[in-house]
């Protein structure tokens, strides 16, 4: 399953356009004063300026398996990576087989570059702005995630994440390629304090070749 669009909502259009294309580097593919479209690897990510918007969203992107030490020195004159209790900034998810790091970007929203080690994508050279291959998860906040993600399956075809351990609290559905993140309400976004809030997303998904459009 891949994530090939979310689009979601920011405060401020300018701040994040100076955010995402000033310090990340990706590339801007529409513009306006209401809404911003920048292309992240093989996905689209888009923001729509709502002033009143006051809150965040998780989100993650793939990158290169091999290069998260790579990611790491990318972002140290970028952003401030999130520091865990061990005094670390890598979290190894073993059911996984994969290894994040986490920051901010300026909204507040947490994000994530991943390095799934089941995935066959190395690359060689220097970590930058193009190594960012996809979005790779979205996080979907909802009163019954199992609920949710049986109805996601039943409707679309959809399954759950195999190598997770799905429960009423949190579950994940797609695979290393794309993951639906479902969360309850007031749940913790790790690794932070922060509790999740429903905000609103819109989500095109590609799936056995085909396209799937999703509202929440």
């Known amino acids: ?78 952003v401030d990576l999130i520091v865990l209790e061990d005094k670390s900034v890598v979290t190894n998810f073993e059911n996984w087989n994969a290894h994040s790091i986490y920051f901010f970007d300026h ?19 220097d970590f930058n702005a193009a190594s960012i291959l996809s979005i790779s998860e979205i996080g979907i906040v909802t009163e019954s995630p199992l609920q949710l993600g049986n109805q996601l399956i039943e409707e679309h075809g959809l399954h759950f994440f195999t190598q997770n351990t799905n429960t009423e609290k949190f579950a994940a559905i797609g695979d290393h390629e794309g993951l639906l993140i479902l969360v ?29 459009e999703l509202d929440f």
């Not at 689209?44 to 990611?71: G, R, V």
């Not at 909204?107 to 050279?125: K, P, S, T």
């Open 184 to 212: 309850q309400p007031t749940r913790n976004w790790y690794p932070t304090q922060i509790p999740s809030e429903s905000n609103p997303v819109k989500i095109t998904l590609e799936n056995n070749e085909n396209i799937i």
């Open 107 to 125: 909204n507040g929203n947490l994000l994530e570059f991943i390095a799934r080690h089941d995935l066959n994508n190395e690359q060689v050279g």
């Open 1 to 78: 399953m891949r994530i090939d669009q979310i689009q979601i909502k920011t405060s401020d259009i300018q701040k994040t356009k100076a955010f995402y294309q000033n310090i990340f580097g990706l590339f801007i593919l529409e513009n306006d004063q209401k809404s911003i479209t920048f292309q992240a690897g093989t996905s689209i990510l888009k923001f729509i300026e709502d002033p009143s918007f006051d809150s965040i969203y998780h989100f993650a992107f793939n990158i290169p398996e091999n290069q998260l030490e790579e990611a790491i020195q990318w972002c140290k004159d970028k």
